[in-house]
């Protein structure tokens, strides 16, 4: 039996601008899938997931096309999950170079589903990880970021960046535009999530931009801006003291710097009234800064602060579900056994 884990992530800048080339820095934080993966002695797949911030459920399937899972879940949830634990087996199988490996794969999670934070990415980078080394092989994490990539790609239809599967298989902090992923160096960023216990439709939310972008040159515009502020917000990373707390001032120009990228992604349609009334709970209690994090739509917000405010004020608020205090997560993947 193997077990391998990888983080979920915030974005400090760039999402939906890095759909079009523009730069983006996301940041590990430590909120953790874990995934363990047995050998079998048949081609068969079962997968249980014992939270995925829905119903515990158990899945098997095999080579035969209508073998559909038999859950007491919404289907569309399973099959969404089951998606990417499928196309993650697929790259473990090509990557042993044993397309009939058979696995039991079970999931735990406590990265919220679809709220921003990465959590498929997480799911994808530790199942490739664990299935591969269930069957006593290594991948090195930038082959494994590449395969997780290939694996959203599939289940994303082509809407995926690299971003999420990057820096799940990394950890810290890394920069991200097109083809280019690298990892950067970043203080000890005091870290706020809030969480208003939904998800948005991220396809929905990218073609949303991307219909915006074609019609208005000032959509096409803000996205660029987004990306100015993410090369402003990479530079203050770069002269900031690589794990250390970063002083005041720093923390305050970081967190301008997110309120206005959460300005221009709200300019482009992505925000919604719960996401905005948690960034102005989280900049009323004394954040630096705050915006939402993923593709938007519901789900999750990240604030700076270094106060213990934010996060309590979050945890007052209506619109918010969950509020926790995040470490950036130095490390990405990892062997657990
Ligand atoms: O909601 P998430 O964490 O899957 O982030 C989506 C980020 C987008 O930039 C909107 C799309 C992408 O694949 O980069």
């Excluded at 993966?37 to 249980?48: Q, S």
């Excluded at 859950?71 to 397309?99: F, K, N, T």
């Excluded at 301008?256 to 009323?284: K, T």
């Excluded at 789900?299 to 945890?315: H, K, M, P, Q, W």
């Amino acid at each position: 039996m193997t077990v391998s884990s990888a983080p979920g992530k915030v974005y400090l800048f760039g999402e939906h601008a890095v759909v079009y080339g523009e730069p983006a820095v996301p940041c590990a934080i430590e909120r953790r899938a874990q995934v363990t993966a047995e050998p079998r002695d048949d081609d068969r797949v079962r997968v249980e997931a014992t939270d995925l911030t829905l119903d515990g459920f158990t899945v098997e399937w095999g080579e035969s096309a209508d073998d559909h899972p038999d859950v007491d879940v919404p289907s569309s949830l399973v099959e969404a999950a089951m998606g990417y634990i499928e196309e993650a087996v697929a790259q473990a199988r090509d990557a042993l170079d044993d397309p009939e490996a058979g696995f039991d794969i079970t999931v735990e999670s406590d990265i919220p589903l679809g709220g921003g934070l990465g959590s498929s990415a997480a799911v994808v980078v530790a199942a490739i990880d664990a299935a591969v080394r269930a069957r006593g092989a290594k991948i090195d994490p930038r082959a494994l970021a590449d395969r997780a990539y290939q694996a959203e790609h599939t289940v994303q239809e082509g809407q995926a960046s690299r971003a999420d599967t990057f820096c799940s298989a990394m950890g810290g902090a890394v920069r991200v535009e097109g083809e280019d992923t690298r990892a950067i160096d970043a203080p000890e960023l005091p870290l706020v999530v809030g969480y208003d216990g939904g998800a948005g439709d991220t396809g929905k939310l990218v073609a949303g931009v991307r219909d915006l972008r074609e019609r208005y040159e000032f959509a096409a515009d803000t996205v660029e801006s987004i990306g100015d502020i993410t090369r402003r917000g990479e530079q203050l990373l770069a002269d900031a003291e690589p794990g250390e707390a970063p002083d005041a001032a720093l923390v305050e120009e970081l967190g301008d710097l997110m309120d206005i990228n959460h300005g221009l992604l709200s300019a482009l349609g992505v925000s919604s009234r719960s996401l905005d009334a948690m960034v102005w709970a989280a900049r009323n209690a004394g954040a630096s800064g705050a915006k939402l994090t993923g593709a938007g739509g519901g789900g999750c917000i990240v604030a700076l602060d270094a106060g213990g405010d934010t996060e309590r004020a979050l945890g007052f608020s209506n619109d918010c579900e969950q509020s926790f205090r995040s470490a950036l997560a130095t490390e990405g993947v990892r062997a657990e056994e």
